[in-house]
């Protein structure tokens, strides 16, 4: 059976600088894989590599037995690949309502597009609230949801989220992590789920990818990450792999 | 006071023009951070194709409409053929290549039209009415405005109320997001062009008749004027280049009318600008200053 995502020796980086290698990934239907990594890891090069904003040197990309490499980064929205970029990228100058029309403009479909627009205001009450309201005035958690929810108007088959929870009170993160969860769930995304936050990030995984340097060092399903990286009441963890992969 | 009435009056009919054209400069800058110094030597190319559709023709509203097309049509093979080729990350290099997109421009009217002053007569009376003896307002000064309202007006239809609208805004405010959401970004950059020459164009073939005529530089005196004004009213704002360009018309009129000397209403442009910008360093509409807390 072929994976939702499959990526094979991917080197990518930016000009001289090499910064991913020989990176091997797989990310199945309705999975959540967290790839976790120190500061200069590697993590959101990964992503801007599988959505396209950087050209890899090497490698293959194939979302459901299709090659990425040869479709420019505004076609790959239509293959249903949404990429939230760090840093609450909302568009600060346009409303709630106009960020999420935006998400579904390259839709043919326009009354679905509009349906998943509302379903985006149902999942999401504190967007619906604040409609009419520009970027700029929402709150970070607020911005957060907001990109997501615009991500989700395209109906993707794979989300790659880049530091969501970054800056946001532990309210919101829980509340971004419970939603990725409920989407996982109930709709079958999948999702690529970068996180310097490495208990938030395995609390909801059902994968995780270690990155240094640029290199995939570990790899392995959720529960076993969170034994051999995190220190527990019983267990200590691996204190050695933590301290030279993850800084802490 | 009726002095003032007329000066503001004409002041507000020069403004427009200055607006129209501050309008192009910031749909430009707005789509690609690039201030547009050819924006003059196109709308000139585009005043001078209605100067020849209107010799051919007889007809002075082809030769408008011509200018509106061509000025449009010029704008896509400029940004298509040569100012995407700038790389974004390099700002200055834009400058040089815009200005020398204008050096040719002008130097290619020069070779077709000759350098001579050609004096452009307005489609309209520019005779002012008067009503009970008191000066209102010419015909012509009545058409500029209408002709400038209109457009302002299908500008902001366009950009808020429709698709294309708000591909062209995402794409000005927020690229890599806009790409990532599906949007042609480089397509979107193309029909900006297109706009602002169009824009360019027009305001070309409002002030042309006003006595300034038809050379091949006619337009750099407004392109300045005009570039001030969108400054004032802060780059990034569209209202804020209709609004600045209205603010430096009226000014320019008050000054010139006032104290009898041309030459000081160019320094009143620039004390205005000063002014503006000790108080409100990005111009008085300046977007968003903080893009992501």
């Not at chain 1, 936050?197 to 060092?217: E, F, M």
């Amino acid at each position: 059976m072929t994976s939702l995502l499959t990526v094979g020796g991917l080197a990518a980086g930016y000009g001289p600088v090499a910064v991913l290698h020989d990176v091997d990934l797989r990310v199945e239907a309705g999975q959540i894989v967290a790839v976790l990594g120190a500061n200069g890891a590697g993590k959101t090069t990964l992503l801007r590599a599988l959505s396209g904003l950087i050209r890899p040197t090497a490698g293959t990309l194939d979302l459901a037995g299709t090659p990425l490499i040869p479709v420019p980064v505004e076609e790959r929205v239509r293959l249903g690949l949404a990429h939230v970029p760090e840093g609450q990228a909302v568009v600060a100058e346009l409303t709630v309502d106009e960020n999420l029309r935006l998400g579904g403009l390259w839709r043919r479909d326009r009354a679905d597009a509009a349906r998943a627009r509302d379903e985006v205001y149902q999942l999401l009450p504190p967007l619906a609230a604040r409609r009419r309201h520009a970027g700029h005035q929402l709150s970070g958690g607020e911005r957060q949801l907001l990109a997501i929810g615009r991500a989700l108007v395209a109906r993707p088959r794979l989300l790659l989220l880049d530091e969501p929870c970054l800056g946001l009170a532990p309210l919101m993160t829980a509340r971004v992590l419970a939603l990725l969860r409920r989407l996982r769930d109930e709709n079958g995304l999948a999702v690529v789920l970068v996180e310097q936050n490495v208990a938030a990030a395995l609390s909801v995984a059902d994968q995780g990818v270690l990155l240094a340097g640029g290199r995939v060092v570990l790899t392995g399903d959720a529960g076993t990450l969170r034994d051999s990286l995190l220190p527990t009441a019983g267990a200590p963890g691996d204190a050695a792999l933590r301290h030279a992969y993850l800084g802490f | 006071m009726q002095r003032f009435g007329y000066l503001t009056v004409d002041g507000l009919a020069s403004g427009a023009v200055y607006a129209t054209f501050a309008l192009s400069l910031v749909l430009i800058w707005r789509a690609g951070r690039i201030v547009n110094f050819a924006q003059g030597a196109i709308a000139v190319a585009s005043a001078y194709l209605a100067w020849s559709v209107t010799a051919h023709t007889h007809s002075y509203w082809l030769g408008f409409v011509a200018a509106l097309a061509g000025g449009a049509l010029l704008g896509v093979v400029v940004e298509r053929g040569v100012m995407r080729f700038v790389p974004a990350d390099r700002p200055m290099d834009a400058v040089i290549v815009a200005v020398g997109v204008m050096l040719v421009v002008q130097g290619v009217l020069g070779m077709l039209y000759g350098a001579d002053h050609r004096p452009v007569p307005a489609p309209l009376p520019t005779g002012v009415w008067r009503v009970g003896g008191v000066a209102t307002v010419s015909p012509y000064q009545l058409f500029v405005v209408g002709a400038v309202a209109v457009l302002v007006a299908a500008l902001a239809l366009l950009f808020t109320r429709t698709r294309l609208g708000l591909r062209l805004r995402a794409a000005a405010f927020a690229p890599e997001v806009a790409r990532l959401l599906g949007v042609r970004v480089a397509r979107m950059t193309t029909v900006a062009w297109a706009l602002a020459s169009a824009a360019g164009a027009l305001a070309a073939m409002l002030v042309l008749p006003s006595g300034l005529g038809l050379t091949p530089t006619a337009m750099d005196g407004v392109f300045i004027t005009a570039f001030t004004a969108a400054v004032i009213g802060g780059l990034d704002s569209a209202v804020g280049a209709v609004v600045g360009g209205l603010a430096v018309g009226v000014v320019v009129n008050y000054v010139t009318g006032y104290a009898g000397n041309p030459n000081l209403a160019n320094l009143a442009v620039l004390a205005l600008l000063v002014i503006v910008l000790l108080v409100r360093p990005g111009g008085l509409f300046s977007g968003v200053a903080v893009r992501r807390a």
